[in-house]
């Protein structure tokens, strides 16, 4: 997990976290107070609540194997071009959380040190043999800098160096894709009773996958007997659309049950990710299933869930009623509509907008009363709000 979030290489064999203490707090303290090294419970605590109230820099460090020359001047390593060999080392500094400048760069010779004046760290390789081929023949690996130093001289990443590092350690958005096999066929190992799917299309190219892990198809037996479904646009190179199928435990927290990439939010797609979600789910008890009112959503719905109970989220009726009807100052109207708990109180407000925009109560008529208000209800009520939350965890 350490190695994903914090874009690690996957051979890390260790991982420290370290952070620097906030101004407001180093007026009090010595100018040379080192930063702290999280290694207990109570230190990862006193993270969360100065991060609270501060702005906290952490540092994340990581020992790797890595293959290095000695102090002697054994050749280990070579290099085609010097600029190879500057995109080796930025890899290094990332992973161990140092920067590094160019003393010296000439086509047969190329030295570089430490950002931190004085440190012993360097490197030099110089042109053997070959006129484009550098060979390491001096490398320093000790800093003799502290770390306060290092972190103090590090720069701020761009987002082009991000996504260069990102590709480094984790591989191309092509090497995720020809895994994917392999990455199901783990999951259904280690993670028994799994449901997953991968689907090509006529090209033998990626179009659907689907993974529900066993431990939520097993847990969601203990959950309330309400899904609800929704669907974003992803914003990476080859874009798609990711479909979410979540529960809502005993505590109120999101309970994922499955999701599934897709190429986009249509009958086909929203159908097949149904029907996988059907296997997860058993027919023995009623089964309400919330969304918003994309027409795929109902017709997918309604083909493989016909026995279940279909729900309109209000969460996205609301943003609805103010973008389409600029309705904001109606939504308790329409709030108190909703969650009426009498036809009486029900039909009052239901006037009160006829009254004050007759467009809005048309739309809120159109769009089906029984699947948006509690009196009409027709399945079981649950008091479920997830759907805003949902949204938030989705990534875009």
Known sequence: MAQEDYNLDMNTESVQLAYSLP????????????????TSD????????????????????????????????????EWDEADEGNKELRLTAVRRR?????????KTLLVETCRVNGCGWKIRASVKHETNTF????????????????????????????LYAQELVRGSAEDGYEQLPSYLEQIS?????????????????????????????????????????DGTHLSGKYEGVILVAAA????????????AIVDGENDESWEWFFTKLASCVSDEYPLVIVSDRHTCIKNACDKVFPWATRGICYYHLQQNIVQKYKGKHLLYLAKGAAYAHTLYDF?????????????????????DMTLWSRILCQGDRHNIKLAASLNRLIPH
């Open 23 to 38: 101004e407001a707090m180093m007026q009090h303290m010595a100018s040379d107070t080192p930063p702290i090294h999280v």
């Open 42 to 77: 109570r230190q990862v605590r006193n993270l969360l609540e100065i991060a609270k109230t501060h702005e906290v820099r952490h540092c994340v460090s990581s020992l790797s194997k890595m293959k290095a020359v000695s102090e002697e001047g054994e050749e280990d390593d």
């Open 98 to 106: 140092f920067s590094f400048r160019i003393y010296k760069s000439m």
């Open 135 to 162: 060979w390491v023949n001096k490398y320093v690996e000790t800093h003799t800098c502290s770390v306060g130093d290092r972190i103090a001289q590090r720069k701020h990443c761009t987002p082009k160096a991000l």
């Open 189 to 229: 190992l280690v993670n028994l009773g799994s449901i997953t799917g991968l689907e090509l299309d006529s090209l033998n190219k990626f179009k659907y996958i689907f993974l529900s892990f066993g431990a939520s198809i097993r847990g969601f037996q203990y959950q309330r007997r309400v899904i609800v479904v």
């Open 248 to 259: 809502q435990d005993g505590n109120f927290q999101i309970f994922s049950l499955a999701f």
């Open 347 to 367: 039909d009052r407000y239901m006037d009160e907008i006829r009254s004050a925009n007759p467009e809005l109560a048309t739309y809120l008529e159109n769009a």
